[in-house]
């Protein structure tokens, strides 16, 4: 995306403490800690919402959930035209690991961006996924100097055809005016 001069912000998950729940700030709800007040203007100032995690026991981890739960604690508001607040919104996701499920995963998180309010273009997902076992996650450096998946075939093809219908989508509907009120 940043190849086709889209601006990209991103954040890491795991490196904030966001709590666990379903209302826009846990700390009214008994949390001492949450970061996601701070962290969700940044989402909700996308057009473009790609949720990026990793399979653990054929399944999304505990932090790719959290994010859907914490996107789900606004899916009640409304935005400046009255719709649901991520009408016009494009949501996508990229699943990596080293076991089998993909598919499962990238159908969990596209229902769930779809059911409160993101729309899902054609082939909204892509992923990589090493040897079934133990063994390097993508990105992980291997011993002649390369890095686990990056300059995997299929994946490269897949992430460019998601990138480029997510790009496309976010175009028509921002050209459109987002959805008829």
């Avoid at 995306?1 to 795991?14: I, L, N, P, T, Y």
């Avoid at 981890?61 to 959290?66: A, H």
């Avoid at 009640?76 to 598919?103: A, F, P, S």
């Avoid at 769930?112 to 054609?122: E, F, K, M, T, W």
């Amino acid at each position: 995306m940043v190849k086709q001069g889209v601006a990209v912000d991103q954040f890491r998950a795991v490196d904030h403490p966001i709590a666990s729940g379903v209302y826009p700030d846990m700390r009214e709800h008994g949390w001492e800690v949450d970061a996601w007040p701070e962290l969700f203007p940044r989402v909700l100032a996308a057009d473009i919402l790609v949720i990026a995690g990793p399979i653990w026991l054929g399944d999304n981890s505990s932090e790719t959930k959290k994010i859907i739960e914490r996107l789900y604690a606004h899916s009640g508001e409304l935005n400046e035209r009255g719709q649901w607040l991520y009408y016009g919104r494009v949501g996508g996701c990229l699943i990596t690991g080293n076991e089998d499920g993909i598919k499962h995963c990238a159908s969990n998180v596209l229902y769930s961006l779809q059911h409160i309010g993101y729309s899902v273009a054609p082939q909204s997902d892509a992923g990589w996924i090493g040897e079934a076992g133990p063994g390097p996650s993508y990105g992980d450096e291997l011993e002649d100097g390369t890095r686990a998946g990056v300059d995997n075939e299929f994946t490269q093809r897949n992430t460019t055809f998601m990138t480029w219908n997510l790009l496309h989508m976010a175009r028509m509907l921002r050209d459109a005016g987002g959805f008829p009120a």
